[in-house]
């Protein structure tokens, strides 16, 4: 479904027939399944071009390797009952861990894409000298809920920040607490623990993989994503695919300046006004918990009026970097979603769509604003995405023919 409640158009995974794209056929199969849920052998066909022959083979195939599942047939329909092919959630499991400037998550996650098991580490400031150790422990206590399920576990995905020793002053950690990540390589460190492949994404960036598979991506082609955490911080989408850049680090909107910089003095990021860590900090201020910006705490009457003061100086300065962005990549819409209350995120969106109102949009189609469907585990799930497609999900564009768009 789409923003206006009318089915989107569904998106076509295209294979091929020829010989020796045994795997490749078998992971587009996989996409399509898990792009638009259990379809019967005919739509998988459908959306694959595959022929039907083809696509018996591969799901027989994929359901004797205990990937797939037959559901019960659907009756009631013109011609022949349909038996729909799903994911079988027990085919594979992947985690997923987030390191975070405030928090440590890490996840397991089956085949598709239910969360099992999650366990949480809340810090200061993320100090490697902690961190690590108590991330093995994290990881013990995982392998013990899966159980014998541990052994389908196909690898690890690690959501993070490019620069998790910058902006220690803002963080107020001591001197030596954050020098260490420079020499530290997360995606080695954590293979050398489980002896698993790793995958490895901006935290940002991980999270807007989860909302484009799993939510608001399913029905749009070009959005900008925002998540507000401890720092605000995005991912970009274009023709359907995430966009990463040459650095890894598209839609990273924390770093936009906020007007012009002064002598010896740099302009203000959009960080500085729209973060949850600013949110905090004015709440403890006033004498409330920091943890209380992150839940339905910051919508209480008594601490409303500190939480409004956040709104009146975020909103404007979100508008104003997503009118920069859209002038820019001509956005169909932007997904905004964070570890918050659900209606703290709602009423975000809300009055940054009134902020926009009174801009200028001539010469510019102004992008829907739309809830994120994920919250709080989007990084960690993201995360967890990242093997699952490594692994399962076609990786070879090139051999891929034009998408269409395709309904039955």
Avoid at 345 to 358: A, N, P, Q
Avoid at 374 to 386: F, N, P, Q, V
Avoid at 387 to 395: D, M, R, S
Wanted: aromatic share 6%; hydrophobic share 45%.
């Amino acid at each position: 479904m789409n923003s206006h409640g009318t089915p989107s158009p569904l998106k076509r995974t295209v294979g091929s027939n020829q010989v020796g794209m045994r795997q490749f056929n078998e992971r587009i199969v996989l996409q399509a399944i898990r792009l638009h849920g259990p379809l019967p052998k005919a739509d998988v066909g459908r959306l694959t071009r595959l022929s039907m022959q083809t696509v018996s083979m591969i799901v027989d195939r994929l359901i004797d390797d205990g990937l797939l599942a037959r559901q019960a047939r659907v009756r009631g329909r013109i011609g022949q009952p349909s038996v729909p092919i799903a994911l079988r959630p027990e085919g594979a499991y992947t985690i997923g861990i987030k390191v975070g400037r405030r928090s440590l998550d890490v996840l397991a996650m089956d085949f598709t894409g239910q969360v099992c098991c999650r366990d949480v580490l809340e810090y200061a400031y993320p100090d490697p000298r902690v961190l690590f150790p108590a991330l093995e422990n994290k990881l013990a206590r995982v392998n013990e809920t899966l159980g014998a399920r541990a052994g389908k576990v196909v690898g690890v995905g690690v959501a993070a920040p490019l620069w998790l020793g910058g902006w220690r002053d803002l963080l107020g950690a001591p001197p030596d607490a954050l020098e260490a990540w420079a020499d530290i390589d997360i995606r080695t460190r954590i293979a050398g623990m489980t002896g698993l492949p790793v995958e490895f994404a901006k935290d940002t960036t991980a999270a807007c993989a989860a909302e484009l598979v799993m939510g608001q991506g399913r029905g749009i082609h070009n959005f900008l994503y925002l998540f507000v955490g401890t720092f605000i911080g995005g991912g970009l989408v274009i023709d359907g695919r995430l966009h990463g850049g040459p650095h890894d680090n598209a839609g990273a909107v924390g770093s936009i300046p906020l007007g012009a910089g002064r002598a010896r003095k740099p302009a203000r990021q959009l960080l500085h006004s729209a973060s949850g860590f600013v949110l905090e900090q004015m709440l403890a201020e006033a004498g409330a918990p920091a943890t209380a910006a992150h839940d339905h705490r910051a919508l209480a009457p008594e601490w409303w009026r500190v939480t409004e003061q956040w709104l009146d100086t975020a909103c404007p300065a979100i508008a104003g970097a997503l009118t920069n962005a859209t002038a820019l990549l001509d956005l169909e819409a932007v997904v905004i979603d964070g570890e918050l209350d659900r209606q703290l995120v709602r009423e975000i969106i809300r009055r940054t769509e009134r902020v926009l109102d009174g801009f200028e949009w001539e010469g510019m189609v102004r992008p829907q604003l739309l809830e994120g469907t994920i919250g709080a585990d989007a990084r960690a799930m993201g995360g967890a995405i990242l093997p699952l497609y490594a692994h399962f999900a076609p990786v070879h564009e090139l051999f891929l023919k034009p998408a269409t768009e395709v309904g039955f």
